[in-house]
């Protein structure tokens, strides 16, 4: 159910950093990115591991090598990727499209899959190793937008890992860069869907009208919980799990819930009962990212396949602690369903003219939670050859290790049950009580002997 902390220990030695760069030519142009490209809150590194188990039938073949190769196919395309993002003086981002190609790193390390455990679940043990970072590779302006390194491992498996610029794609953005990726990989000469940049759709409109109040831009002073060294842990929701968790809503308001609903309701209020915060008035708040390409969120007509910038907005609902951990379920469950459904097409528009008129960033409030959903990203569809992967995704429970966040991913465990990794960033002292929490509704359902 919980991923226990590892010990385990390996060597890896790396290859030099090289720049891998398109294999032909590419335009030489600028690319303004878009007003949700343009956030404050997406200037950032994220990290996603993929794991590849041996595979006899590409045996002969070296996964450095193919993937290498299929990077500078794949680039041609993706041609933006190999660039670097500046800033004007008035605050516009924009890709220089210079074709100064992107980081990867070759690496072989002196262990096997199976040693990293049954279930593949982060944090991973040496993950700095199997993710290097390249000096003053890490910042967001002037820099590679991408860098990836392919670790082979002694059991014939390897590591795919990536770090990308949050400033250019969303989680379905990058997810689609990387099947392109792997389609290549696997011998297309083109992607099944070219990629578009359109970031215009998703800017303000003139004049900008915000017809929507939105506290999440809000900025407040940082808890003093913040100020705890965060902790990245994993749990894994399988089908008893989620029962268990069903168990304990009225039987006709959890059949009208989706798994995601329910989950996060639990969630949330499990996560903010470990933070034994003292004031029973105080403000919690449930950020839940919601992506303008699905659901009631979608536009009409829809953002066009290929399109692969950003386009999430954070919608937020609030409440205070007593009223989150002394009524019912139920009553976070209706939170959840607020704040996921309140972000159609007008509030996303909304939000770019907020955006362009106030040019205020996104701060995390204090006591609040974010959830981030990346089952619908694609990522366990990245077949470089080899298989889908036996984990796939961020390295990390909070985005840039930010504390209160958490990521859900798609996952089958050892014993072959289908479920989610739930990968949460948390003071040490408040995971030891979650996973408490998570016991105790487990063995709800478990037949008394």
């Known amino acids: 159910m919980v991923l226990q902390t590892s010990s385990l220990d390996f060597t890896v030695r790396t290859n030099p950093p090289e720049l891998v760069v398109p294999a032909i030519p590419t335009p030489r142009e600028l690319k303004p990115l878009s007003d949700i490209d343009a956030q404050h809150c997406l200037r950032m590194q994220i990290r996603f591991l993929f794991f590849y188990r041996y595979q006899p039938l590409m045996a002969g073949r070296d996964p450095v090598q193919v993937i290498r190769q299929a990077l500078a196919e794949t680039l041609v395309f993706y041609y933006p990727w190999a660039g670097r993002l500046r800033e004007s003086t008035n605050g516009i981002l924009m890709i220089d499209c210079t074709g100064e190609g992107v980081l990867f790193i070759e690496a072989d390390a002196d262990v096997t899959i ?4 049954d279930n593949l679940m982060p944090p991973f043990a040496c993950s700095d190793k199997i993710l290097c970072n390249v000096p003053e590779s890490d910042g967001i302006l002037g ?10 491992l002694k059991c014939g498996g390897f590591i795919f890992g990536l770090r990308f610029n949050h400033t250019m794609s969303d989680a379905s953005g990058i997810g689609q860069f990387l099947n392109v990726l792997a389609e290549i990989a696997c011998g297309a000469q083109k992607p099944s869907v070219l990629p578009l940049w359109h970031r215009e759709l998703l800017c303000a409109r003139d004049p900008p009208k915000v017809a929507y109040t939105h506290p999440e831009y809000e900025h407040e002073l940082p808890d003093i919980r913040s100020m705890y060294i965060p902790k990245n842990c994993s749990f894994f929701f399988g089908p008893k799990e989620i029962s268990s968790i069903r168990a304990l809503l009225p039987h006709h308001i959890a059949t009208k819930s989706t798994t995601f609903e329910v989950l996060t309701a639990w969630i949330w209020r499990s996560y903010t009962e470990s933070l034994n915060l003292q004031n029973p008035d105080q403000e919690v708040y449930l950020i839940i990212p919601v992506n303008a390409r699905f659901g009631h969120c979608k536009f009409n007509p829809p953002l066009p396949d290929g399109f692969y910038g950003n386009a999430i907005v954070f919608p937020l609902e609030g409440t205070t602690v007593k009223n989150l951990l002394c009524r019912p379920l ?17 509030y996303v528009h909304s939000v770019l003219e907020l955006i362009a008129k106030k040019e205020r960033p996104f701060y995390f409030r204090s006591g609040s939670f974010m959830v981030t959903d990346h089952t619908k990203a ?17 390295a990390e429970g909070g985005l840039g290790n930010m504390l209160g966040a958490s990521a859900y991913v798609p996952h089958t465990n050892s014993k072959g049950e289908e479920g989610k990794v739930v990968m949460m960033c948390m003071p040490e002292y408040a995971m030891k009580c979650f996973r408490k929490r998570l016991t105790i509704c487990t063995l709800m359902l478990m037949p008394i002997h």
Not at 332 to 342: D, I, P, T
């Open 378 to 394: 694609g990522f366990q569809d990245v077949n470089f050859g080899w298989g889908t992967p036996l984990y796939n995704g961020i």
């Open 114 to 117: 199976k040693q990293f455990g």
């Open 330 to 346: 139920e009553y976070s469950l209706e939170l959840v369903k607020k704040a996921k459904y309140k972000a159609n097409e007008d």
């Open 143 to 152: 820099c590679p937008l991408l860098l990836v390194q392919v670790t082979s």
